[in-house]
């Protein structure tokens, strides 16, 4: 996808480092992306990442949490992925953004259309927001981006964990929220379109959706509405681990973090730091506190991700369940804090 993974820290053994480093950077190298070598550490970025926000700060375990149901993530995901490829301006793109908006039917929808100007010509991009008031000032959003790539629409490519997992899961959110709604800050639900490159990935030629949008939430006041504004992308895989985004907001990272702890999740976040680009870019870039849930380590070195190996064979409905109670989580912490840290 996106990703300019710069300044690398894992905290792996240095010889499986070397040789995962080699294979990525020949493979970033290729697409127009950067790599730098990592640096060896132990667990610095879980305690940095927890260390953001002192534990004593949060708010206090209230009570049973809220679950998703994986088994209709799985559903959802398995349904967005059967579509195939599902780049910008094809008929399966426009099928799924049918599927999508079918299944929000007697939800507040909105639709932010409009044609981007690309490398490859002009293009029609469509965002969909579906919107859940709450009793707070404020909204929280969660995004996930529902588009493929264009460069690979003719090689099999069917996206199931990109592109696919992040559908699928907003999906189950949506359910949840009709089930049960916001006691807090609204929550509003972001299927962002145009995210991948049409070509090569630049600042230019990347996140059409997201960088069309923040500067329409800009101009018409609703950047300084939003509390928290959280990616979740390539969240599926089988072995998962979130990064940490050295641009996401620490203090909301930190409340991320707590989440998965109270759930008995946190082995799944944050072992490893990473500077991604990804949808969220354009708001961190307007003062957003914003995170990106991302595990860009699928398969060895990465070696599913932007290929046809990229099926639903490589997930797990137990990874949908972690991320999406993590966010449920999140957004109950979030609601039972004081007031969010200033942006």
């Keep these: 996808m996106r990703k300019s993974p710069e ?8 010889v499986c480092v070397l040789l995962t480093l080699a294979f990525t950077i020949a493979m970033v190298a290729c ?32 009570g049973p949490p809220r679950s998703i149901d994986a088994s ?10 059967a579509f195939g490829a599902r780049p910008v301006g094809s008929a399966n793109h426009k099928k799924l953004e049918a599927y999508i908006h079918v299944h929000l039917k007697g939800i507040d929808v909105q639709d932010d259309d409009f044609v981007a100007d ?6 029609p991009i469509h965002n969909i927001l579906a919107k859940f008031p709450g009793t707070k000032d404020g909204i929280i959003v969660i995004a996930g981006h529902y588009d493929t790539n264009y460069p690979f629409r003719n090689n099999g490519y069917v996206g199931a964990n990109d592109g696919g997992s992040s559908t699928g899961l907003l999906l189950e ?4 929220l009709r089930k049960e709604k916001p006691q807090g800050y609204a929550v509003w639900l972001l299927w ?27 101009q018409d006041g609703t950047l300084k509405k939003i509390k928290a504004f959280i990616v979740e992308d390539m969240i599926g895989d089988a072995d998962l681990n979130i990064e940490r985004d050295q641009s996401s907001a620490p203090w909301l990272e930190s409340v991320i973090y707590e989440a998965a702890t109270r759930l008995g999740d946190q082995s799944h976040f944050f072992h490893r730091e990473l500077n991604i680009e990804d949808d969220h870019t354009p708001f961190v870039q307007l003062g957003v506190p914003c ?28 990874s949908l369940q972690i991320v999406g109670d993590v966010i449920l989580e999140t957004i109950r912490i979030l609601n039972a804090m004081p007031a969010v840290p200033p942006k």
């Design 173 to 176: 959110l949506a359910d949840q």
């Design 118 to 123: 690309t490398i490859e010509g002009k293009f």
């Design 72 to 81: 209709r993530a799985w559903k959802y995901t398995k349904e967005v992925t």
């Design 7 to 14: 300044d690398w820290k894992l905290s792996r053994a240095p």
């Design 192 to 218: 962002s379109d145009g995210e991948e490159a049409m070509k090569d990935w630049t600042s230019t030629d990347s996140l059409y959706g997201t960088r069309h949008l923040a500067k329409v939430w800009e």
């Design 31 to 62: 697409s127009g992306k950067k790599a730098e070598a990592p640096e060896a550490g132990s667990q610095a970025a879980q305690k940095k990442a927890s260390a953001q926000l002192n534990p004593a700060s949060l708010p206090a375990d209230s």
């Design 291 to 318: 995170a990106d849930l991302i595990d860009f380590d699928y398969g060895y070195g990465n070696v599913f991700w932007h290929t046809p190996q990229d099926t639903m064979d490589k997930l797990s409905p137990q």
